[in-house]
């Protein structure tokens, strides 16, 4: 666990144990902390419960199978070798029933081979459903990517053109890498989402982890449609999370591997 993190113009910030509340050590996490400028989370009451995911072994990245057109054709815009089927726009009530983990690092990341990522190539996981589930999905795959190495590749590839990312490279590049290792899901859980706002070029989604400590942390992250997949959106000043916030249990989040969107399905 990291004792200390860097500030976005180069100082270094408290030690985290003097911060108030809890401060995530997930590599999910890392590079929105860092980027958004140490973001302090917000206590926030009304959540309740302890529903737990159930989730399935998880699975290496490179054991995503690449379904779609064949290569070098490309569908509605979409990239060669990418085809999805995006008819559901429906708003996720429940975990897919298809859903599989993935590993990166110490992160475990959902995934469905229905919704994405479809394509796998190193940190790149990319050809997702043009719906709802799959830019929730992008967003975990995208997100977990920013904090070690592998972050400048990703970014040009998975991050949406514009001032925000402008400004998240020149913060970015300012902070150390920070590679994760020991077993998945050593450094937080991710247990679910809420999807906030939704059309077929934007998703606004609540995403819900569990930090070691067991504290229930929210992030708020935003997807657009851009040259025929999800990428993720900063914001204008380079923060990939809108919004920090500490909550009191999983009411009102879609849990994932749970059997429906109950948060006391277990």
Avoid at 62 to 79: E, V
Avoid at 208 to 228: A, C, I, Q
Avoid at 243 to 254: A, K, L, P, Q
Wanted: proline share 7%; with cysteine.
């Amino acid at each position: 666990m990291l004792s200390k993190v860097r500030e976005a113009d180069g100082t270094m910030a408290r030690t985290l144990g003097h911060r108030r509340g809890p401060l995530v050590p997930a590599a999910f996490l890392l590079s929105m902390l860092l980027v958004g400028g140490c973001a302090q989370p917000a206590e926030v009451d009304g959540a309740k419960g302890s529903g737990q995911p159930q989730p399935s072994a998880p699975t290496a990245a490179g054991s995503a199978s690449a379904t779609g057109s064949a290569a070098g054709q490309t569908t509605q815009g979409r990239p060669a070798g990418c085809s999805t089927n995006d008819t559901d726009q429906t708003v996720p009530t429940r975990s897919p029933a298809d859903l599989k983990w993935m590993t990166y690092q110490t992160s475990l990341l959902p995934a469905s081979p229905t919704a994405g990522p479809l394509k796998v190539e190193g940190p790149v996981w990319s050809c997702f459903a043009r719906t709802p589930l799959g830019a929730v999905l992008a967003l975990h795959a995208i997100s977990a990517k920013l904090g070690g190495s592998d972050w400048n590749v990703v970014t040009e590839k998975q991050l949406a053109r514009g001032p925000g990312r402008d400004q998240f490279i020149a913060r970015r590049s300012k902070n150390a890498d920070n590679n994760k290792t020991g077993a998945p899901g050593s450094d937080g859980t991710h247990l679910g989402f809420r999807v906030l706002t939704a059309t077929k070029d934007q998703v606004t989604t609540m995403v819900l982890m569990r930090t070691t400590d067991g504290t229930y942390v929210t992030l708020t992250v935003s997807t657009v449609w851009e040259d025929g997949d999800w990428k993720l959106r900063p914001t204008l000043t380079g923060s990939i999370t809108e919004g920090i916030t500490t909550v009191s249990g999983t009411d009102g989040f879609v849990l994932w591997g749970a059997g429906n969107g109950s948060p006391s399905a277990s």
